[in-house]
Structure formats: C-alpha cells, structure tokens
C-alpha cells in the first residue's frame, strides 16, 4: 500500500516537474523576439512542418467533408432539409471538427518528426555541440520550430475548412443533386464571422501552440538512447492528441457556453 | 592574462543520483601545453569537460576558466566563454543535414559578421589543415568515421579558441587515423597558440603527446605528471592502469560470490 502510495506520489512529482521544465523550455525559446536573420530559419521550418504536412491535410478533409455530406443528406433528407447541408457542413467544420482534426493530423505528421528530429540531434550530441560552441540552440533550433508550428497549424486548418465544404460540396451537389445555390447561400446566411470562424481560428492557435509545444519539448527532453526517441515520438502524438481533445471540450465549454 | 594556468579546478564534487562523480577533485591545466586526462571508463571523464564549458553544474567546487569562474556566470556570459573553448565530442556532432564546409561555417556564421568571402577562405583554411580541403561538398553520411573527426576538429578551431577539449579523440579510430589524429592535436595546439585538454583512456597515444598527465579514478586524481614519471609511480594502482594489466589492484571480476557457489546453485 505504502509502495503503490509512494509509486503514485513519485509520477506525480515527476509529471510537475516535467511541466516546469517544458516551460521553462518554452519561456527561454520566445525570450528573445526572432531576429531578421533567424526568418530563413522560420521559413525552412513553416516549409517542414506546414508545406509537406498539406497532402494529409487536403486528402483527409476532402475525405471528412464528403462524407459528412453523405450523412447530412441522408439525415437531413428524411425531413426534406437537405437545403441545410452546407450550413451544417459548414458549423461543424469551422467551430469543430476542422481546428481538431488538422490538430490531430499535424500532430501525427509534423509534431512527431519534430520530436524524433530534436531528440536524434541530442542523442547524436549535436545540441551539446552546439552549445559548446557558445549557440543557443533553445534560439537556433527549438525557437524556429516553435514559430513555424504557431503560423502553419492555423493555416492548416484553414486550407482543411475550405478543402472539407468544397468536398461536401461536391457530394452533396454534384453527386446528391442538391441544389447549389441553396448549399452556398444557406452559408452565407448562418455563418458568423466570428461566432464561427473567429472561434474555431481561437481553437486552431491554442491547439497550434499546445502541439507544437509538447513536440518541441519531448524532443528537446528525450532520453538520448534509441528507445528513448521511440517514446518520446509516441509521447508527443498522445499527449497532443490527447491535450487537443480535451482543451477543445473546454474551449467550446467557454466560448459557446449558453449551452441548455 | 598572465595566469600560468588556463584552467583550474578546485575541489570539484558532483554526484549523479546516488553515484558519487567527483569527490573532491582538483587540477589545473597550464597554458600552451597538452594535458591529458585518463582514467578507467565511467569515471566521469567526459562529465568533467562538460562541467569546464558550464554545461553541468557542479554541486561544489570552484572552476575557472581563463581567470573566469563558470560558476557564476550568467548564460549570456557563459556563451561568450564558449566562443573561446573548440571541443571536439567523441561522437564528432557534426550536424547532418549540412555539408563539410557548412559545418565548419557554422560557428563563423553565428559568430562573425565577415562577408562570403572571408568566410570561404577562412573554412578553406581550416579544413586545410586537418587535410579535408577536398572533402567540403560532402555531407557528415559520406564521411568516414576518422574524416568525420577531422571535420569537427576543423570545426573546433574555427574561430582559433584558447582552450581546444578533445573528449576520447582515438576511440573507434583505425591506426592511420589515429596517427592523423595525434599529429594534428599536437600541430595544432602549436599553431594556434592553444591550450589542449585531452580525456583519454588510450594509453600509450595519449603518453606520446601529452605535456602532462592526471590519472583520475574515484572522483578524484589518482596521479599526475609526466607520462614517463608515471610507469615508475609508487602506486601499484596506477602502474596497472599505464601498464594495461587486466588484474591487480583493479580487479578483474565484478564483485561477486565465489564462482564454486554460483555454479553449484547453492548461493549464499
């Protein structure tokens, strides 16, 4: 009893001082405010993390968006409403599934190579080297990446919104034989420039920053052994995941709380 | 500046969970000279090169680096003192995804505002003089093990530091390389007007070069001197380890019962 009280005492302590030193990690990265020379670096990284992440993203959200659509006809036809299908398209897409899943694709696609990039650095002492020869790399490696994953996760996710109603589009209208122009005024009409795009944009950067956060943090905290790259990689896509899922619940908690 | 030491440490502790690294270690490594430091494998050897360019912190003890005490300085100031230390790591940490010469560069890059062409001339210049002028186009993958090293070194010296730590240099290295190796440390420890601090366990090449030899074991120094004093030294433990023998004073065997009760399956 004792033991299994002090086993869970010690994860506990662990888990906090894990949380410390992943600020700490995040505080001494965006200390110093990116100079002019550090953009090509930011540039190169938005190319890793955003640019080769937009086939997932694309593929993926035509995928969701059609068959949200075949759903939402299917529903929406037994009462006749099929004039509904983009409107409906359109909520769920900006206000939730669009800010998760391109969160949750990013961080299988771009969070985990992040990881398994900063931690093979370490392991290969290439940080030490660099620190030895008087870089930061909390500024030369880590900060860049930071940068990158805060602008191109919100892009992301808004090449997925646009991707996913354009696919629905599709299956609703040209496949389905809606009407489109009922599909697109039926949007016009709803969507609220900020009720639904601000809030799903608040969404995409809190999970921009969370994601790419935990990425850079379990790279930069990686045991430097083989396995220790391996978990800290598994680490970075289920606590993301996880993170992302759960602060998505709170933020809609917050932000659309008149809920009855 | 006219400190005839470079570097010195006093009364060095630092424990690493329960394992106690160092127990009260002192040394000083004399300008201009090499200085070897060797001991068995794990007795923190590395660690203390790391401690020297402030990368741990030690629990106790004092360590100054040209007249600077790491220690207490802040991490802006602790960068700028590592301008002026090159360490070769025994991995060489060449950075991957860039070519020979863009490693070399990189510490000139970040630390210099000088135009293309200076840069060129100086990485030419560097990448001469570990023998590698040829190999600048290839990426650290296409680069052997030993020419892996050598680019490191070139890249230590980069920005011509005072203080060159070389952290086990011979290891995993064929006897031509090896040879390259030792030729260069001493060259250039000359040319540059360097201080070197070796750790090493490769006896005899390491006795070949060094001005001066601290043998280090149990967190602390064992022995010192020059490499000749050493094989005559009073202590047994010590002509063991110059001398390479398997048994003595080092045992062997890692404690353990008697092997007749581990065989017999009856242990106490």
Excluded at chain 1, 207 to 234: C, K, R
Excluded at chain 2, 22 to 37: E, N, Q, W, Y
Excluded at chain 2, 157 to 168: G, H, K, S, T
Excluded at chain 2, 199 to 210: G, L, M
Aim: hydrophobic residues 50%; aromatic residues 8%; glycine residues 10%.
């Amino acid at each position: 009893m004792i033991g299994f009280l002090r086993g869970v005492g010690n994860r506990s302590l662990d888990r906090v001082a894990g949380v410390g030193r992943a600020t700490l990690v995040l505080t001494a990265a965006l200390w110093k405010v990116p100079r002019l020379s550090d953009v090509p670096l930011i540039v190169k990284q938005i190319y890793n993390v955003g640019v080769l992440s937009l086939v997932i993203v694309v593929l993926s959200a035509f995928c969701i968006g059609a068959v949200l659509a075949l759903q939402f006809h299917t529903q929406l036809g037994k009462f006749g409403a099929q004039d509904a299908v983009g409107v409906g398209l359109a909520l769920v897409l900006l206000r939730e599934l669009g800010p998760v899943v391109t969160a949750l694709l990013f961080a299988g696609r771009a969070g985990s190579a992040i990881t398994a990039e900063i931690g093979l650095m370490k392991t290969t002492e290439q940080l030490s080297s660099m620190e030895m020869m008087g870089v930061d790399p909390l500024h030369r490696i880590v900060a860049p990446r930071l940068w990158a994953g805060f602008v191109s996760l919100p892009l992301l996710t808004a090449i997925f919104n646009v991707v996913a109603i354009y696919g629905g589009m599709i299956v609703a209208v040209e496949w389905m034989g809606g009407d489109q122009g009922r599909f697109w005024s039926g949007i016009q009409a709803e969507v609220d420039i900020w009720d639904d795009i601000g809030k799903g944009v608040v969404k995409s950067i809190a999970f921009a920053v969370v994601v790419t956060w935990i990425a850079v943090f379990q790279g930069y905290d990686t045991e430097p052994t083989p396995e220790g790259i391996g978990l800290a990689t598994t680490r970075t896509v289920v606590v993301s995941s996880v993170m992302v899922l759960a602060i998505d619940f709170l933020l809609t908690l917050s932000m659309y709380g008149d809920f009855k | 500046m006219d400190d005839p030491n470079l570097v010195e440490i006093k009364d060095l502790h630092f424990r690493r969970g329960a394992r106690v690294v160092f127990d009260g270690l002192s040394l000083t490594v004399p300008r201009g000279k090499i200085t070897a430091i060797m001991g068995p494998s794990g007795s923190g050897k590395t660690t203390l090169l790391r401690i020297i360019g402030g990368q741990i912190k030690p629990d106790a003890g004092e360590i100054r680096v040209a007249g600077r005490d790491v220690g207490g300085l802040g991490r802006a100031e602790l960068f700028e003192l590592r301008e002026d230390i090159g360490m070769l790591f025994q991995s060489s940490a060449l950075f991957t995804d860039l070519t020979a010469f863009e490693n070399v560069a990189f510490p000139l890059r970040e630390h210099t505002d000088l135009p293309e062409d200076s840069i060129r001339d100086l990485v030419l210049m560097k990448l001469n003089a570990v023998g590698l002028r040829g190999a600048r186009d290839l990426l650290p993958s296409q680069l052997s093990g030993g020419m892996a090293r050598r680019v490191a070194l070139a890249r230590a010296i980069a920005l011509d530091p005072q203080l060159l730590m070389y952290d086990e240099p011979f290891t995993g290295q064929d006897p031509i390389a090896m040879g390259v190796l030792l030729s260069l440390i001493k060259k250039l420890n000359g040319a540059l007007n360097a201080t070197s601090l070796l750790v090493s366990h490769d006896i005899h090449e390491t006795a070949s070069i060094a001005d001066k030899i601290y043998i280090v074991a149990d967190g602390k120094v064992v022995g010192e001197g020059h490499p000749d004093v050493l094989h005559d030294h009073p202590s047994s433990r010590i002509r063991q380890f110059v001398a390479g023998r398997p048994d003595g004073p080092v045992p062997f065997h890692y404690p353990a019962d008697e092997f007749v009760y581990d065989v017999l399956g009856s242990g106490r």
